[in-house]
């Protein structure tokens, strides 16, 4: 399914955002309170806009790689990108020895892995202690309003305009149909707790719809 929507994912983010992902992934970049010379992994990272972030923060004497299981995404992410490092593997059994990254990140992946609880451990794992994993994610819609008009576009905008900007509506529809499996921010914070997360925070943004989990390697 990825690999079927990788030509138009970039656009179709950014329409149904209305612009602000970036936002949303520059705060991601900087939780990981990575600097100059530091190490990240981005898990999930589909076109590597959050890998291309986190390069600059690195710098050139930095590291920062992509990983995804799509090749249609990682084909994109090679050419929007070129000089950063990206690799088809799995975020369950991540390809790298333990300590080997300062920072470790996923944003809007966790709810597509098939053992989340096991995805974060894997970005623990890999993390050199004090290092920071952060996971950048949709949360279920809030009560009130805000979470009633949420749901209804995530029901009824998202697949529409997605599916005709895509060209794949059963991909969107898919999509939209998650929305029952995104968790609450306590849920996200218990599982970061189950995978021995330490330190473990959570921010929400955009009227409490998106948030960032953090948490850190003791």
Same mark, same amino acid.
């Given at each position: 399914?990825?690999?079927?929507?990788?030509?138009?994912?970039?656009?179709?983010?950014?329409?149904?955002?209305? *612009?602000?992902?970036?936002?949303?992934?520059?705060r991601?970049?900087?939780?990981?309170?990575?600097? !100059?010379?530091?190490?990240?992994?981005d898990? #999930?990272?589909?076109?590597?806009?959050?890998?291309?972030?986190?390069?600059r923060?690195?710098?050139?004497? *930095?590291?920062?790689?992509?990983?995804?299981?799509? !090749?249609?995404?990682?084909?994109?992410?090679?050419?929007?990108?070129?000089?950063?490092?990206?690799?088809?593997a799995?975020?369950?059994?991540?390809?790298?020895?333990d300590?080997?990254?300062?920072?470790?990140?996923?944003?809007?992946?966790?709810?597509?892995?098939?053992?989340?609880?096991?995805?974060?451990?894997?970005?623990?794992?890999?993390?050199?202690?004090?290092?920071?994993?952060?996971?950048?994610?949709?949360?279920?819609? !809030?009560? *009130? !309003?805000?979470?009633?008009?949420?749901r209804l576009?995530?029901?009824?905008?998202?697949?529409?305009?997605?599916?005709?900007?895509? /060209?794949?509506?059963?991909?969107?529809?898919?999509?939209s149909?998650?929305?029952?499996?995104?968790?609450?921010?306590?849920?996200?914070?218990?599982?970061?707790?189950?995978?021995?997360?330490?330190?473990?925070?959570?921010?929400?943004? #955009?009227?409490?719809?998106?948030?960032?989990?953090? /948490?850190?390697? #003791?």
């Open positions: 399914m990825f690999d079927r929507i990788a030509r138009r994912y970039d656009l179709v983010n950014t329409v149904l955002s209305a *612009g602000i992902d970036g936002g949303w992934r520059r991601a970049a900087r939780e990981t309170g990575l600097g !100059p010379g530091g190490a990240a992994l898990i #999930a990272c589909g076109s590597g806009k959050l890998t291309a972030k986190l390069a923060i690195a710098g050139p004497r *930095g590291r920062a790689v992509g990983l995804d299981f799509s !090749p249609a995404m990682l084909a994109i992410a090679r050419h929007d990108h070129p000089g950063l490092e990206f690799l088809e799995d975020a369950l059994n991540l390809p790298f020895d300590g080997t990254f300062d920072a470790t990140t996923i944003a809007f992946g966790l709810r597509n892995l098939s053992d989340p609880v096991r995805g974060l451990r894997e970005m623990l794992r890999v993390l050199k202690p004090g290092g920071r994993a952060v996971v950048l994610e949709f949360v279920r819609p !809030p009560r *009130g !309003p805000v979470g009633s008009a949420y576009y995530l029901r009824t905008v998202l697949p529409a305009v997605g599916g005709a900007l895509s /060209g794949q509506p059963a991909a969107y529809r898919y999509l149909d998650t929305v029952d499996s995104y968790r609450t921010p306590a849920e996200l914070q218990k599982m970061a707790a189950q995978a021995a997360w330490s330190k473990i925070g959570f921010r929400a943004l #955009a009227a409490g719809t998106v948030g960032i989990l953090s /948490g850190m390697r #003791a």
